[in-house]
């Protein structure tokens, strides 16, 4: 969703005279030769490039304000604050949630190298019920073990 201050691209690159396709995604026509369609664009970063030999039309927001004319409208300075403070409380619970994973990575690191140490020994004492103990421990508890340190490993900060 776009506001007056910061229009999206895509509305941008139609006041610049260039049109979007009319099928769904694919290239934009572009607005210095409007004939065929040679203009990529990348809503998500902003970005658009015309891959007609020759043709400058290419860039970002920036690029399509400036040769629109169309001057940047800043935050006020309270909301503009507000945004900053909150950006800067994410940073940290970011920072604090890497530090939990990484903390509880090691432990389960540890444990599994413990895990692996007591099953060798296990292994060299032979057939007995200690080491029978000791295997049934080991194998109870590295796949859970495992399943968690893939879980840290592959998971979003959303589910971690």
Known sequence: MSTAAQPEIAELLEQAGAHAPRYGRGKWTCPNHPGSPSVSVD???GLFNCHHQGCDFHGGIGTLRKRLGIEREWLPRDQYLRQKQECERAHE???RLCHAVHSRRMELLEDLHNLNRLEALAH???PTEGAWKSLELVYRERPRIESELDFLETANAADV
């Open 93 to 95: 619970a970011a920072k």
């Open 43 to 45: 809503e998500a970063k």
């Open 124 to 126: 060299d004492e032979g």
